[in-house]
């Protein structure tokens, strides 16, 4: 086998700085570090584009981003206000950029979502390095194409959910391993960095930083040149370098005296540990997931309310149209790259890079498609650097190979089982360009009858043939992100691509998604998760929408009437927003309504505002509600402290009752925001309220929710302000 290897120690080029920048390795073609740099160019700018429309985009990471900002006690917890009341249900290592970034240029959309670019294009760039170093500088360019034009990565590095790092950083992991593997001198260096690595990506989003572990240490521990006995030993080195860069915020964090930091979100007993291995661990994998929204799937292919597990899942009409474009060609390329490299020696990088790429890919694709816990369709940014790396490597090996009739047909299998594919996603949304559609299959099946012959013809036309092909892949999925890149993205569940290209389509707030009947995941028809009401939204709306009654919110106990759907309140937008965009939640569409509370923020008006503005200074928290979401939409429109009962889902044990009479006791806390009164979107927080005056309630075991919800009802007098119910703590009736 011959591939397009380059050295691994160049000589430097001559020149100025800006000469070798632009020039690169002296050995390089001309045209490959331009190449390199315009790929880099092309995704900042691609992936800056319309940033502002998703405003701030997930507003419950945007609230914990804002009080990191204000706050570096709340910064190094993750916590969700800057009084440090509780925290997000995740470690904070995803929001220290953003927080940094907010802390030095102020609050708004671009502060806290450019960081998130910037890990994308860190990304292109370490995933080109990585695939070149053997492979060569076409193979690089391929890859990180391929990764820069994945729908789901589009989407997913223009939004501050912890994805963003977790993906850079598990590059930069495999990109070390890969370094390690080249030669037994100073393997050992390139094994700790990948520790440091791992040990981070577990600081942005827990176990799932360690899916890739066994595939990269077996792989090490069989290909890695040197003695068995070294080999192990740097592993365990690497080991404890990764143990040390995660457990060092992980010790702090289960010493510090429970009384002097903030509760840990999504936990039932104030434990990271807990949280880690329960509702952030294997309750994703078996669907036991304590406090959280419920319903986790079946398995065996059986639907169940995170969707259908099994071998399809990543081909399904959810998921489908945000990863799984070149999903088979990098499959195809997977087993074309081993058996080319199959009688290599034991050391040879090429299938050790197979080994490592294609380990990674199988094993999260495996684990994507049978957990029976909470899942989105955004996850799957974590397949797009592994996917994107075979596609960028097994094109190169089989162009090297091409002279061989099996590798000819290989690449044409490939082209052809591609543009096929291509062909059945962009069939599911045959109204939106539906001539891309057979252009895809029509040039995909020249390309693939050329890729044929691709030994026997002139080799310029051969590149232009696999040109057609490689041009005919990325079709779709370069509609698929251009359509992302054109829309807003709020809430916390988010797709990529045309409405109806994931299952319910990408509805208000950029993104929502329904379940089978129009319910949300554990609920009934329009429902909410704990509910205990129906909703009466026509035609699976979402609830909220106009019309219609709005589904029960998440532990309520009476519905909430349906506003203007999406229609959002005036407002003076914060800086770096769009005009006419609410404060509370930013984005077309986002908050208002019903739809405030679990999922997505409510829309805060300038009454709701000024109210919780005046006096701001004498209180710790402005205010209190039931559920991060909601407590996110006021903090971010006053940039003041709002206390999350019971955290993300208001199912947390924090506060209980007695804390929080006696934080009002204290005079803590100026306001409870409890529903919308008339229903007109201006808040909703989504707790409902029955004829009782009762609000909010749920709580996870030994939760206070709804009795603090009572209790508040029952003491203090209700004023409505700009359409929501707010209680003044400190005027008793």
Not at 92 to 103: C, E
Not at 157 to 178: H, S
Request: hydrophobic share 45%; proline share 5%; charged share 10%.
């Amino acid at each position: 086998m011959t591939t397009m290897s380059t050295a691994a120690h160049a000589a430097p080029s001559r020149g100025g700085p800006l000469v070798r920048l632009w020039r690169g390795r002296a050995e390089d073609a001309p045209w490959v570090r331009p190449a390199f740099l315009g790929l880099l160019a092309v995704t900042t700018a691609l992936y800056l584009w319309n940033l502002s429309a998703s405003g701030y985009a997930n507003s419950f990471y945007s609230a914990a981003v804002q009080a990191g900002g204000e706050s570096w006690k709340a910064f190094f917890f993750g916590s969700l206000d800057a009084a440090n009341a509780i925290t997000v249900d995740k470690p904070p290592a995803a929001l220290w950029p953003m927080a940094l970034s907010v802390r030095l240029f102020g609050l708004g959309s671009w502060q806290i979502l450019v960081p998130e670019v910037l890990m994308g294009v860190a990304t292109v760039a370490v995933l080109y390095a990585a695939v070149r170093r053997r492979f060569g500088a076409g193979a690089g360019l391929i890859a990180g194409a391929v990764l820069a034009l994945t729908p789901v990565a589009a989407l997913m590095f223009r939004f501050n959910n912890p994805d963003a790092l977790l993906a850079l950083l598990m590059t930069v992991a495999v990109y070390c391993v890969l370094r390690a593997l080249e030669q037994e001198k100073g393997a050992a260096k390139w094994l700790v960095w990948a520790g440091v690595a791992f040990g981070f990506a577990f600081l942005a989003k827990t176990l799932q930083a360690f899916l890739i572990l066994p595939p990269l240490a077996l792989v090490y521990g069989v290909c890695a040149p040197g003695a068995i006995g070294r080999r192990i030993g740097r592993l365990a080195l690497a080991g404890l370098a990764m143990i040390v860069s995660a457990g060092w915020w992980v010790a702090l964090v289960e010493l510090w005296p429970a009384a002097s930091r903030p509760y840990v979100g999504g936990s039932q007993n104030n434990s990271f540990l807990e949280l880690t291995f329960g509702y952030n661990g294997l309750g994703r994998i078996n669907g036991n997931e304590t406090g959280s929204v419920g319903g986790g799937g079946r398995g065996g292919g059986q639907g169940g309310g995170w969707g259908e597990t099994g071998i399809g899942r990543m081909f399904n009409d959810s998921i489908g149209g945000q990863i799984s474009w070149l999903l088979p060609a990098a499959l195809i390329l997977l087993v074309a790259g081993l058996v080319v490299t199959w009688r290599a020696p034991r050391t040879d990088t090429a299938r050790s890079a197979f080994l490592v790429w294609g380990g990674s890919l199988l094993i999260t694709l495996a684990v994507f498609s049978f957990m029976a816990g909470i899942f989105h369709e955004y996850y799957t940014v974590a397949l797009a650097p592994y996917l994107a790396a075979l596609v960028g490597m097994g094109a190169a090996v089989l162009w090297e190979e091409r002279t061989r009739w099996l590798a000819s047909a290989a690449l044409a299998v490939t082209v052809a089982a591609t543009a096929v594919w291509g062909w059945t996603l962009l069939g599911r949304t045959p109204d939106w360009l539906p001539w891309l559609r057979w252009t895809v299959l029509v040039a995909g099946s020249v390309a693939a009858l050329g890729l044929l012959f691709a030994g026997r013809i002139d080799r310029r036309l051969g590149l232009a043939v696999a040109g057609l092909g490689l041009a005919a892949g990325l079709a779709g999925p370069f509609a698929y992100t251009l359509e992302t890149l054109g829309s807003g993205h709020q809430g916390s569940i988010v797709t990529a691509g045309p409405a109806g290209g994931a299952m319910g389509g990408r509805g208000p707030g950029g993104g929502m998604r329904m379940f089978e009947g129009g319910a949300f995941p554990g609920g009934q028809g329009g429902q909410m998760p704990g509910g205990q009401g129906q909703g009466q939204g026509q035609g699976g709306q979402m609830p909220g929408g106009q019309g219609g009654q709005g589904g029960q919110m998440p532990g309520g106990q009476g519905q909430a009437q349906g506003g203007q759907g999406g229609q959002m309140p005036g407002g003076t937008p914060p800086q770096g927003m769009p005009q006419g965009m609410s404060r509370g939640e930013g984005g077309p569409g986002g908050g208002g309504g019903g739809m405030g509370g679990l999922l997505n923020g409510a829309s805060v008006g300038t009454e709701a505002e000024a109210a919780l503005l005046a006096d701001a200074d004498d209180y710790t928290w402005v205010a209190a509600t039931v559920g991060a979401q909601n407590a996110a939409s006021y903090q971010l429109a006053t940039e003041k402290p709002v206390m999350a009962i019971g955290g993300f889902n208001g199912s947390d044990p924090s506060p209980t009752l007695a804390q929080f009479k006696q934080y009002v006791a204290e005079g803590k806390i100026h306001y409870f925001i409890g529903g919308s009164e008339s229903g007109t979107g201006e808040s909703a927080t989504g707790t409902g309220e029955d004829g009782g005056g009762r609000m909010g309630g749920g709580g996870g075991p030994g939760g206070g929710n709804s009795e603090i919800s009572t209790w508040v009802s029952e003491t203090f007098e209700k004023v409505t302000i700009g359409g929501a119910t707010f209680y003044d703590l400190t005027q008793e009736k």
